[in-house]
């Protein structure tokens, strides 16, 4: 059993540590910000034993060198995060990395960046997605190409509907006008509503499910919003449509 402790980092990055109820084996999904880790785990009295990056970006690996300092904790990630931070494991699509007793299966989800991994554990229906998918939104197609990206939203978009989804921003406000901007279908005027009245109200809109997110997100809809294209093609054209978006 796993609990997940979210909290507000940086500008707009959320922080993750998550915990293994059984053990208390503590993992901090990538490190925004060690300074405020490192005080979120001394208030919660808990000991970080791990750090899982998602991808190598300053904003999910910077902290790593100075929480190691700190704690102790191994560091595990895909590749790509050594250009920035040592790791004491690297991360493949396929692997799987124990959390105490929690399971957490590795998977590719490149795009945002190329070697971008997520983390899910299967039996807490939790995935930790970084920045490839986004409540209404996905991250910007800053390393790899539509078919990897559209692979690795399709790869997510394939988890159980009721999959607690982490992403590591809080932008749905901003993608939920882009949403409102290309669909008009009820579930994403309805959704939109909720995020700008939860926003208002400073509340978090993360986590999100993957149930919510194939209802109302224009990048998983992309099929169906151009429906003229091939699907990596018609992500394509969305995610387009989205970098030159002014809302
Ligand atoms: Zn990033
Ligand atoms: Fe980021």
Redesign the pocket.
């Known amino acids: 059993m796993l609990t997940v402790h979210r909290f507000s980092c940086l500008s707009d990055?959320y922080g993750f540590l998550a915990r293994d109820e059984a053990t208390g084996a503590t993992a901090a999904i990538d490190t925004p910000d060690a300074e405020a880790i490192l005080k979120e785990l001394d208030r919660l009295g808990w000991t970080l034993t791990l750090i899982l990056n998602t991808h190598w970006?300053p904003?999910?690996a910077g902290g790593n060198a100075a929480l190691q300092a700190a704690t102790g904790a191994k560091a595990y990630g895909p590749a790509e995060v050594q250009k920035l931070a040592v790791l004491d494991r690297v991360l493949v699509g396929g692997d799987t990395v124990m959390l105490g007793e929690t399971t957490l299966e590795v998977m590719e989800t490149g795009g945002h960046t190329l070697g971008h991994i997520s983390y899910w554990d299967q039996a807490d229906n939790i995935v930790f997605v970084g920045?490839t998918l986004f409540a209404l939104g996905c991250g910007r197609m800053f390393e790899g190409d539509p078919d990897q990206f559209w692979t690795s939203l399709s790869r997510l978009a394939a988890l159980p509907d009721e999959t607690a989804v982490y992403c590591?921003?809080e932008y749905t406000a901003a993608n939920a006008r882009f949403a409102l901007s290309v669909d008009d279908a009820p579930a994403v005027v309805i959704r939109a509503r909720e995020v700008f009245e939860a926003r208002e109200r400073g509340e978090p809109t993360v986590p999100t499910s993957i149930g919510a997110e194939k209802a109302a997100n224009p990048f998983l809809r992309a099929p169906l919003l151009a429906p003229e294209l091939e699907p990596a093609q018609a992500f394509a054209k969305i995610r387009a449509a989205k970098d030159v978006f002014k809302g």
């Open positions: 990055n970006h904003d999910h920045d590591a921003h």
